[in-house]
């Protein structure tokens, strides 16, 4: 397996907090590595430096060949890099199908020309990006399909909002996807379910996988290794079993003495 | 027996509707507006503005609140017991303030409020004793509650046709130049329908109006699904066929237009056009893209100033001698059109540019800042050579085809409404284009539009150039109507009232901004007694709309698309668990 994430001595610091403190990651293509840690060791940091919310103070990025560091988050999603967010961030007035079809704007070129004066070859375009949009929406079977799709996005279940944020993210026809606590807040059928569904987003998509989640039994479904933080710095790097066994891990969880005491 | 919330709710809505009456009353409102009839001689927009506000009162004080998750009505008794209170308090207050005007000698109030003047109270007394006025003032406050009250309680299917009906009769009533016109040209008989004398409906008129507009709506409703339906089935190329044709039927009437409704009228369409120009421009702007943009005058300064510029106009020097600007051309005016354009959009990324980081409240102050800037900079005896400075420009040449030239309102309408489709059509192709889902996107979520692979950079220089190239067209067109120009026509109240029209019409809609135009251009040119109180009804829209309907009075579809069942469906449990409401309890009481 070839390496498709390259990070090397990432630092960034907001003042005096060090919200990412010299991590260095490779992501291998194909596989789904999980991050996990305690609130605040910097796992959404890590997702906002690598897709370019922010610029970080130090250490490289390098994804397929590509230096990230210094681009804008469109350009970071250009190169095939799509996320997810820990808080739902859709669009809350527009359709579910336009959400998707959002997703396809890096994907497509026609601008204003195009769009007035409706060429063949925007028709044809927009036809397309409905058609990868419908795709991804697919992904999710019914739940978002049919009659859904014209429905504006505030008015989805908490669930299917996240569903649609994958799927907005799928839309942009990635390579590598950063899911932030995909599960945050369903119900254990519902999270279930996405456990088989991150499985399937990699082996039917081709994707690879960061996630960030905090419910263990995604965490030991769906990952190929593990990646655990603590305040901004590696703590961990292996399987769910060692990673999960690792003194440091459950330190950072339960404190300092828990692993005698327990 | 009623809440003692609910009789909180409704003092307080009665006290803000007497303080409206009375204020009313002090900015000359009622009295200037008692010469403009609406039905027979027995009512007039003044006599309406001292009814609306206990009714209107009444009506939001008994708005169905949300308990619990579940819409509560009130049930007959308590609203209109609520809407009483109300209409006697606003009707009370109103007749303490007479009561209170009449203790001071003749003219003492006067000295301070113009408005108070001996007709204003006979009006407000009815033309009655003190005494008697003001206990009618208090009784009629009492019964429009009531009905304010009881309005509320109608069921839905009785309540909208009855709105429709009503809201109908009385833009009937304002049209009162443009119908009798119409029908004239028609050679039909309006005698029936418009009093000669009055200017209002007649009262047969009003009733027979009232009485379709109320109908054609209810039997909408019964039939109108089925309609709806077959229209669905039809098959794409059919229902393709049905959409031009009504599009045809809607250009043959607009074609028609000024010919049916006559010169004066015509400059009335035509200034409705130029703000039109501008709305759709500020609508790509502020609706689409959600860039607030308070200095939208400058695009309408840029569109104006170069035209007169590329098409040939005159400037007066300092010494008061005719001379040609230092920088002009000859073009035709339809070589020069697209020129302004393009020079309009440059303009408008240079505006955008530095204010790209800029957000929400602060972007509005930064370009207000631009909009004065254009006024002083066209002003200037720095661009003196170039603009005329505080003369401005004159004989600037007019547009024509032809021989026929567009200065005089009817050609010039035909401009305009050539103009306002193109607008039109550029607005709604944008609107569904990759584009148009761009500048929604980073409307709704900036940050997530950016990672899901959006430059907002490059959006938002396109949201100001493509703004600045529509709106430029309304201030072309306001040079080729006026032809001659001076900076006093380019102040911030343009970008304020192009912005009222968008916001009243409701942000990113196309058929919102062409409603807003009528409104808030079309009435204050048919009405001339409006014109002083211009900006207050502005304001007072604004407000209203922000607090009741803030979506704007027709939004646009991508936020007003109805839930389906199913996902309602979810709330069941809301239902079930909703707090029971008795027929006596009431809202309030809880």
Redesign the interface.
Known sequence: MSTLLEIRGLVKHFGGLNAVDGVDLDVEAGEILSVIGPNGAGKTTLFNVV?G?YPPNGGSIVFDGHHLVGL???QV??LGI??T?QTV???????VL?NA???Q????R???L?????LPH?RA??QS?REQARDALAFFGSRLAS??E???AM???YANRRRLEIA??MA?IPKLILLDEPTAGMNPKETEEMISLVGKLRDERGLTIVVIEHDMRLVKGVSDRVVALDYGRKIADGTFAEVSSDVRVIEAYLGKGAVKAG | MIGSKLLRRAAIAGLIGGIAIIYLALVGMIEKFEARHLIGDWLNLGRLMLALPPLLAAYLATRPRVQAGRVVRLSRGPAITAGLVSGVLAGGLAALWVAFVHLFPDGAVRNIFVAVSPTLLSIMTFGKSLLVGALLLVVVGAVLGALGGAYQTLPERLRRPLSIGLATTFMFALLQRIIPQLLFYLNLDSTWLYSTTFGGLTPIGAVVVFVVATALPALWASRGQMVRQRVAQLPPARRRTLNVSRLLLLAVVLVLLPRLIGSTLSQVLGQIGIYLLMGLGLNIVVGYAGLLDLGYVAFFATGAYLTALFTGAHLVTSLGAVASPDFVLHLNFYAAVPLVILVAAFIGLLIGAPVLRLRGDYLAIVTLGFGEIARVLVASSWLQKFTGGPQGLRDITDAHIGSVGFRDPQPFYYLVLAFCALAIFVSVRLADSRVGRAWSAMREDELAAEAMGISTVRYKLLAFAMGAAVGCLSGTLFAVQIGSLTPDSFTIVVSITALAVVVLGGMGSIRGVVVGTMLLIGLPGLLDEFEEYRLLVYGAALITVMILRPQGLIPNVRRMRELQEEEVAQDQWLKEEAPAVTAAGGGGGS
């Open positions: 897709t919310l804008k988050p469109n999603c250009s799509a996320r967010f961030r859709l669009f809350p007035n527009m359709t336009e079809m959002v997703g704007h890096s994907r497509t026609s601008g204003l195009g769009a007035v004066l409706r925007t375009e927009e990006v009659f859904r014209d429905q504006p008015a989805l279940s907005r993210a942009t």
